[in-house]
């Protein structure tokens, strides 16, 4: 039987959640260079950026100077995070292209679960959070809305307070859908988000699976992941697993997996799953991204000339996994031992020249031999290689077992 998948809304956010930790002196013809070049890749949901204060995110103080060099693609949705009126003010010069989201859509009711992110990041604490609760359901109730969302953000846990229990969360999320309830507005999205990277497959699919089983109108879910402990792209597979086609699944990644928040402590390291190792992820599994993975790998090379260091991301080093005859690696190939020399997925041969040849003679193998010919490689429910001489049979096991007790006796 077919799997089931959700419909899957992705966001690339390398101008925003990436550049927000990198140097602030980045020039802005290579952030545009950048976002041009993402542009091409086939991604339909890009993030240019924040309107927001330079006293408090330098790497944002030249947004109007990288968005007047940008050459928006039809067909790409692109916003900005906007926090406040003065944002939205400067914003307007660029929508569109730029479709200014702040303040529209589904009404949600969202709290931080760890009150002191909450203080470091946005000065404000998780009391005064919910004090505006009361006054963001009345407002939706007064507009007539029919729908509306829950939430929590540092899900999983905190750097400063401990690991949160699924328990926890789903408490919150329960607190939260009994004042829709009472406001008689149906709740239909839940979103969970992990600043500090205490993600984790299990605690997903618990708070998905949960959330499903208790609440069967909430269909549309949300992941704002962080990678800081390497757990961002399978607790994404654990989402997509935990639901299917009635459902819809937001997520959030960026491009080489950079990114991060100068408050949660992780600087750098905090990172979110890499782009382009996500769609490698969905195409593996039957998922059409609409994306041109070999672009999407240049943009990732480009981001390492812009940054000078290694991103996080892994098929922008070793290549996506070659499916096809082109594809293949060469099997006398040199000894490839540097990430530079790796390149050659994409490259070519020039990668490695010069390499160690160790091999006296070249590399033969009847595998190889069978795809010059055109033919499978193994054949499933056939005899290659199953029936041949060289592939042991039981009567062959028998007859060792023989031996062995002969040479024994």
Known sequence: ?????????????VMREGMQIEDANIPVEAKAELLNALSETGLKNIVVGSFVSPKYTPQMKNIEAVLAKFKPKEGVTYTAMIPNDRGTERAKAFSPPITLKRGKGMPRLMVHQCDVFARRNYNRSQMKEMSSWAKTVATAKANGAKEA?????????????????????????????????????????????DPM??????????????????????????????????????????????????????????????????????????GMMATEDFMH???????ETGVNLDKLIECAWMLEEILGRNA????????P???????????????????????????????????????SEPITSPYLERLEKG????????????QEDFFPKVKDIKEAIEQSKEAAA
């Open 321 to 359: 996994r070659p499916m096809t005859k082109a594809r293949l690696f060469n099997a006398n190939a040199p000894f490839v031992e540097t990430l530079q020399q790796a390149k050659h997925f994409m490259l070519g041969p020039k990668a490695y020249e010069g390499g160690i040849v160790p091999w």
């Open 197 to 270: 990277g205490w993600t984790h497959p299990a605690k997903v699919e618990e708070i998905f699976g949960r959330v499903r089983e208790m609440w069967p109108d909430i269909t549309d879910f949300r992941a704002h992941l962080h990678n800081s402990r390497g757990m961002a792209i399978t607790s994404a597979y654990a989402a997509i697993r935990a639901l299917d086609d009635r459902h819809t699944l937001s997520m959030e990644g960026t491009l080489g997996g950079v990114g991060g928040c100068p408050y949660c402590g992780n600087g750098q390291a905090t």
């Open 281 to 287: 992820m969905l195409e593996g599994m039957g998922i």
């Open 1 to 13: 039987m077919a799997v089931r998948y959700p419909k899957i809304i992705y966001v690339e956010e």
């Open 312 to 319: 996080w991301g892994h098929v922008s080093r070793a290549g």
């Open 375 to 386: 033919l499978p490689v193994y054949e499933v429910g056939g005899n290659w290689p199953w």
């Open 149 to 193: 969302g829950i939430g929590t953000n540092a899900t999983f846990g905190s750097n400063f307070l401990g690991d949160f229990s699924v328990d926890v969360t789903m408490t919150w999320l329960k607190k939260q859908h009994e004042l829709w309830d009472a406001a008689g507005i149906k709740v239909v999205s839940v979103s969970v988000g």
